[in-house]
């Protein structure tokens, strides 16, 4: 190959890739809500939520938590933040107070009416007052809302406005438990950005936060899908450089040791560290031509990239410096480990990319896919052209200040032949554990609660504090939305024999058990009689389109938990008949469950399938490639069994984490597969002979332990990352790796490769 050609061309690459990483922080999505097809009854909600109800023009994506704020405090917040640009409303306690002197204003002049006339005019605005007082049982200064509104009184008078107190049933929705709540509605979608990068609702919350703390508010937090994004996004940068650097300085360490060499690692990783750059810029394009990227996946795209890149790197080297202590030249040496072990990498590479790419197709995982599919194929081109280059060219001095020196393990060797003794056996045994293990997993339900996982951040700390005082179920409510062909009700009329209807569902839902309240266009008791508090009732929950109704529904449980899955499911049933749909983050879960599994069970029996027919056609073997993949699936699962004793919640495991975790084993544990098998072929077409197996193994086993090591520690720093799901997926990597690398690949994968080999061809002796 032309050397100097492959270098230009690697410059030019780096030079562009460098330009497009640069731009990949505007390109990541934040927003974990799974998109379900409009089919289920949640996705149905939710459209006419955002058709009819506020959610069309304007979105609430931002919550503003105050402990121990007094009412005019909230009314002095509100008016700082509906200034700002972009905000098109709030709601919080001022409107339960308006709301509730509204009624009582109606009362009032009503009441002032009646005595006028009674009095034939005669009377004082004073008089007036006090019988107004002495009639509706009310203290005097209520009747400052005599022949004035709720919002006048405010503006002119605001130290009367607060005498008002409402009831509780006004109040608490927006303060409980010395709580309150503002609701900041804007007109722009929470994960919506410009396209020059900037994200509104975040430039928004920032300018609350400073416009609440000018107001002299200390005790408060904003939360929501704005704010979190925004806190998220302002420490990615910080996350992924922590993450690089981690992986960086262990692969570093490990690399050094193995080899007992300082210019080895440095050399390697830095070649490798370049397919990060092209990862970030692969994460621009996915980003600026498809779909903005799922933030979760940088640090595992790190960890990938660098792991598999100085697993490659290794591999490559070790047969380097093999053949170098065999005596033949650098030149020649290079070629000989391009040729043999850059083949195995090529396959390798090849089939973790197709494992990739598949997660393309699903939904959730689709940008995963596309960034790391497409991010592994630089990596082995940098790994078998401009690595070999480098080495090629240094010689044995890349090796320095160790001597060139090769020596098989006889241990693992030792070890290996033990186990063929009684293959079946140790085979029995490896299937039970597994077996065991599998039950397990498959009794751990999964859990689609994203912000359990969150950092301690301040906007997860005011989710906290609004959830413990209002309760998850407040915060996270079941809505049902019934869409009806008749109009409810207009200028000139109410349809009262609907509503009536409406009002025994609600009945028939409040008598469930776990229902805590329900809120909707009528009370449950509704007899057909229309006041001004039902009047109001109507509007509140009333769409756009005087057709659509709104109930909410307050549980006892937890939004996640399987008693609040198991009411949604009934509620649903019971609401169906009558053109109503449940939604909400409950119903969501259910429904985005209910469209996930298929696409995950396809995974699961269509990537070892792709794996088996690769490894066939590289191997010649359908019976050690079945082996082979089995081993892959073993250490998964007891991995899985270990992820799931050390962090399973109430509500159970993460969905992505199994999965996630499976995908990323069946592409990365075929490494050692091919690496092994390249060997034990080698070795077979010598000799074919059980001892030719033993000698493959003895002869890898160095640089193999060294590549699963290598896996585990660039995953398994990911332990520290406080996002818990990528700390929970890096660990369940680290282990999965370990235990392919110390266990399988030493006591069971001999014992197939026996079988294999007996079932596929008599093993000649010597």
């Known amino acids: 190959m032309n050397k100097k050609l492959v270098v230009i061309l690697w410059i030019i690459g780096i030079l562009i890739a460098i330009l497009l990483s640069s731009q990949s922080s505007n390109y990541l999505n934040y927003n974990e809500n799974t998109t379900i097809p409009s089919t289920y009854p949640s996705a149905k909600a939710q459209e006419l939520l955002s058709t009819y109800f506020h959610g069309g023009n304007i979105n609430n994506s931002i919550d503003i938590v105050l402990v121990n704020s007094s009412p005019q405090e909230v009314y002095k917040a509100i008016t700082a933040i509906e200034q700002i640009k972009g905000v098109c409303k709030t709601e919080s306690i001022i409107n339960a107070y308006i709301a509730y002197d509204e009624i009582l204003g109606k009362e009032i002049n009503y009441t002032s009416y009646e005595i006028y006339k009674e009095n034939n005019g005669n009377v004082s605005t004073q008089e007036l007052k006090e019988e107004i007082a002495q009639y509706l049982h009310v203290p005097l200064y209520y009747t400052c809302l005599f022949n004035t509104s709720p919002q006048d009184l405010l ?358 058990s776990g229902v805590k309240q329900v809120i909707g266009p009528v009370p449950c008791n509704f007899n057909g009689t229309i006041t001004p508090e039902i009047l109001h009732q109507i509007r509140e929950n009333l769409g756009t389109n005087n057709k659509t109704l709104l109930v909410t529904i307050i549980m006892n449980y937890g939004t996640y938990t399987q008693q609040a899955q198991n009411l949604v499911n009934t509620i649903q049933k019971m609401v169906k008949p009558y053109h109503g ?52 699936l073993l250490s998964i699962t007891l991995s899985l069994a270990i992820i799931y004793l050390l962090f399973r919640s109430a509500d159970g495991i993460l969905f992505f984490i199994p999965i996630t975790i499976f995908v990323l084993m069946i592409g990365l544990g075929n490494d050692y597969s091919i690496f092994i098998l390249t060997r034990v072929k080698e070795e077979i077409e010598k000799e074919r002979n059980i001892e030719s197996i033993v000698r493959a193994i003895s002869i890898s086993a160095g640089a193999v332990t060294a590549l699963g090591v290598i896996l585990a520690a660039s995953f398994g720093v990911l332990a520290v990352d406080p996002i818990k799901p990528i700390a929970e997926l890096g660990i369940g990597i680290a282990i999965a790796a370990l235990l392919d690398t110390f266990v399988i690949r030493i006591f069971v994968y001999p014992a197939i490769l026996k079988i294999a080999l007996r079932l596929k061809d008599t093993i000649k002796r010597k």
Request: proline residues 5%.
């Open 155 to 512: 503006n002119k008078n605001e130290t009367a406005f607060f005498l008002i107190a409402p009831p509780s049933q006004f109040t608490s929705t927006y303060e409980t438990k010395n709580v309150s709540v503002i609701f900041v509605y804007t007109k722009y979608c929470p994960n919506y950005n410009f396209k020059n990068g900037t994200y509104p609702d975040g430039k928004i919350s920032c300018e609350i936060h400073s416009k609440l703390s000018k107001c002299g508010l200390t005790n408060f937090y904003l939360t929501g899908p704005a704010p979190l994004v925004q806190e998220l996004s302002g420490s990615e940068n910080q996350r992924q450089a922590i993450t690089f650097a981690l992986v960086f300085i262990a692969l570093l360490l490990i690399t050094g040791i193995y080899f007992r060499s300082i210019l080895a690692p440095i050399i390697t990783l830095s070649v490798i560290a370049l397919s990060v750059i092209f990862g970030m810029a692969i994460v621009t394009l996915v980003g600026k031509l498809y779909h903005p990227v799922d933030f979760q996946v940088i640090e595992p795209m790190i960890s990938v990239l660098l792991g598999i890149g100085t697993d490659y790197s290794v591999f490559l080297l070790s047969r380097f410096k093999e053949e170098l202590a065999k005596g033949k030249s650098k030149e020649d040496a290079m070629k000989i480990s391009v040729k043999t072990s850059g083949k195995a990498i090529l396959i390798s590479g090849s089939a973790v990319t197709l494992v990739f790419l598949s997660l393309s197709f699903i939904p959730y995982l689709h940008t995963w896919g596309l960034t790391i599919g497409f991010s592994v194929p630089i990596t082995v081109l940098l790994a078998v052209t401009l690595l070999p280059i480098i080495y090629g060219k240094i010689g044995s001095k890349i090796f320095w200040p160790s001597h060139l020196h090769f020596a098989e393990n006889k241990s693992l060797g030792n070890i290996a032949r033990v186990t063929m003794k009684k293959p079946k056996t140790t085979l029995l045994i490896s299937l039970f554990v597994g077996l065991i293990a599998l039950a397990f997993i498959l009794s751990v339900p999964l859990s689609l609660d994203f912000t359990s996982g969150l950092p301690n951040i301040p906007a997860v700390k005011g989710l906290k504090i609004l959830e413990n005082a209002f309760g998850q179920s407040f915060v996270n409510p079941d809505l049902i939305v019934f869409n009806e062909s008749s109009t409810v009700m207009n200028s000139t009329y109410v349809n009262t024999a609907l509503l009536t209807e409406i009002a025994k569902i609600e009945e028939n839902i409040s008598r469930l």
């Open 581 to 632: 749909y449940v939604g909400g983050t409950t119903a969501s879960v259910i429904d985005a469950l209910d469209y996930l599994l298929p696409y995950y069970e396809m995974l699961i029996i269509i990537l070892p399938i792709i794996l088996i027919i690769s490894l066939t056609a590289f191997l010649r073997s359908i019976k050690i490639s079945i082996g082979a993949v089995g081993t892959i």
